[in-house]
């Protein structure tokens, strides 16, 4: 079995993670801002994986199980979250949700 | 000589399907960003989350791979898919971002992404230690889960009771 390098893995995790964060900042709608931050968690998941088999140990899988648990708990109160949000302000545009800014 | 060309070709299918799953995943994140449909954006995000299962495949960890098909591709990205339909979300509105997040903010996210490469391609791991051939046992697993990760599993179950509750009366049509 021809070994993929682990480190082709982290690059991919590293690129996957950077274009998340490239999303968070760049993207204008609430809910594809929170997508982006799945795709970082995904990213993060795959560093996971990959140090997991290369330390040859579970612990990693173990912490991808739990992060997985956490972003489902997490989807559901920000999509709720979300929901309330467009039916008092009656706008997805993260532009027009300034009620916190100076 | 056939048969020696076969068996090269047999050790590449790993890396040929490392390269095309790595392909997909960066190609649909990098939709994620162009598309300004939400609901394109979420069909983007389920391709990449499944490149990355196959991944978890490659890697040798089939529950991770069937919990991340499971739970992202079939319970998160459901929840994102219903709740842009419900919202009727239509095209993000094109707001006039400044000229220095286009000249500045791009170059330096690019260069972030260098940076990060570039240091992890230089991290001292280990060259893709023996595990088993036929992966991480899904026994094994469990009975790490179960043994040594027992409490903050247990206490996961009620995280997730709170985020029911909450996202319950968050939701919920205010009187």
């Not at chain 1, 992060?67 to 302000?89: F, S, T, Y």
Request: proline fraction near 3%; glycine fraction near 6%; include cysteine.
């Amino acid at each position: 079995m021809s070994a993929i390098p682990i480190t082709w893995y982290l690059v991919l995790s590293a690129a996957l993670f950077g274009l998340g964060v490239v999303a968070f900042v760049f993207k204008r709608n609430v809910i594809t801002i929170f997508m982006s931050i799945e795709l970082m968690l995904n990213a993060v998941n795959l560093a996971f994986v990959a140090f997991a088999r290369a330390h040859n140990q579970l612990d990693g899988l173990v912490f991808v199980f739990f992060v997985i648990v956490v972003a489902a708990a997490e989807a559901a109160v920000g999509l709720a979250i979300i929901i309330m949000l467009a039916q008092n302000r009656e706008t997805l545009n993260i532009e027009r949700l300034n009620l916190l800014k100076f | 000589m056939a048969g020696l060309e076969l068996g090269e070709a047999r050790m590449n299918i790993p890396l040929i399907v490392f390269f095309a799953c790595a392909l997909l995943a960066v190609a649909g994140a990098v939709t994620l960003i162009l598309v300004r449909e939400p609901i394109y954006s979420a069909l983007a995000l389920i391709v990449v989350m499944v490149a990355i299962a196959i991944l978890y495949l490659l890697l040798g960890s089939e529950f991770i791979a069937a919990v991340q098909i499971i739970v992202y591709g079939g319970a998160i990205m459901v929840l994102f898919v219903f709740v842009i339909m419900l919202l009727n979300a239509g095209a993000e509105e094109r707001t006039s971002y400044s000229k220095l997040a286009t000249y500045v903010g791009l170059p330096l996210a690019f260069f972030l992404l260098l940076e990060i490469a570039h240091w992890l391609a230089r991290a001292r791991v280990p060259a893709a230690g023996g595990p088993p051939a036929e992966g991480v046992s899904s026994r094994a697993l469990a009975t790490q889960l179960f043994r040594q990760y027992l409490f903050p599993f247990e206490a996961t179950s009620i995280l997730i009771l709170v985020a029911v509750l909450g996202a319950l009366v968050l939701a919920r049509k205010s009187e």
